[in-house]
């Protein structure tokens, strides 16, 4: 019932930048948090950032100073602004909602985007 779509992914040169956008869409109550993970070629998906329904976030220690998060709550969409791009940024984005209530009561703890590409390159 509920739907998580990435865009604004693509292929751009070392120390360029992206903006990732995330829409979640269904009959959704609330959203604790909201997020994105990567997962590079023969990788585990790792944890890029996360923001909060409180507007806190956090990131992974190799994101920091470069890529900013945010989130509006009122559309249930998160963005992942990054900057200063590395090869090594280069992965599938996962856009996640966590803590998900929809208007019937159910919870899902975690749900999960289709993913869209980031390649980092010359």
């Known amino acids: 019932q509920v739907q998580l779509v990435e865009s604004g992914g693509g292929l751009v040169q070392p120390g360029g930048s992206l903006r990732l956008s995330c829409a979640a869409s269904g009959s959704i109550t609330s959203i604790n948090a909201m997020g994105w993970y990567r997962q590079a070629p023969g990788k585990e998906r790792e944890y890029v950032a996360v923001?909060?329904?409180?507007?806190?976030?956090n990131y992974q220690e190799s994101v920091k100073g470069r890529f900013t998060v945010s989130r509006d709550m009122a559309k249930n969409t998160v963005s992942l602004q990054m900057n200063s791009l590395k090869p090594e940024d280069t992965a599938v984005y996962y856009c996640n909602a966590a803590g998900v209530t929809l208007a019937t009561g159910v919870f899902t703890p975690v749900y999960w985007g289709q993913g869209t590409q980031v390649t980092v390159s010359s």
């Open positions: 923001v909060s329904r409180t507007g806190s976030t």
